[in-house]
């Protein structure tokens, strides 16, 4: 059974960083896509990032230039550091995987305000 656990969320300034982590459990880690997603107040669920095999991430054009999707295969971690946050980047983030089933964490609040 797949578990994903983030941590890393928090209230931050806007202009400052946050690094998300997400642990991974199961087996062949390094064959899997990994990416994040948000979840905004009052709004559907979009995808931030994703990194397959071989590590070419994708972002969604909003974070584009701010954010770094990121994974340690030998660990079965998965990363999103996100730097230049803005107010409107303030949502819960999921950890996502893809097996081809799809498996998600239980989100993490990030939240940009001064």
């Known amino acids: 059974q797949v578990q994903l656990v983030e941590s890393g969320g928090g209230l931050v300034q806007p202009g400052g960083s946050l690094t998300l982590s997400c642990a991974a459990s199961g087996s062949m880690f390094s064959f899997k896509i990994m990416g994040w997603y948000r979840q905004a107040p009052g709004k559907q669920r979009e995808l931030v990032a994703l990194?397959?095999?071989?590590?070419?991430?994708r972002y969604a054009d909003s974070v584009k230039g701010r954010f770094t999707i990121a994974r340690d295969n030998a660990k079965k971690m998965a990363y999103l550091q996100m730097n230049n946050l803005k107010p409107e980047d303030t949502a819960i983030y999921y950890c996502?995987?893809?097996?081809?089933?799809?498996?998600w964490g239980q989100g993490t609040q990030v939240t940009v305000s001064s």
């Open positions: 996502y995987m893809k097996t081809p089933a799809e498996y």
């Open positions: 990194i397959g095999r071989p590590d070419s991430p």
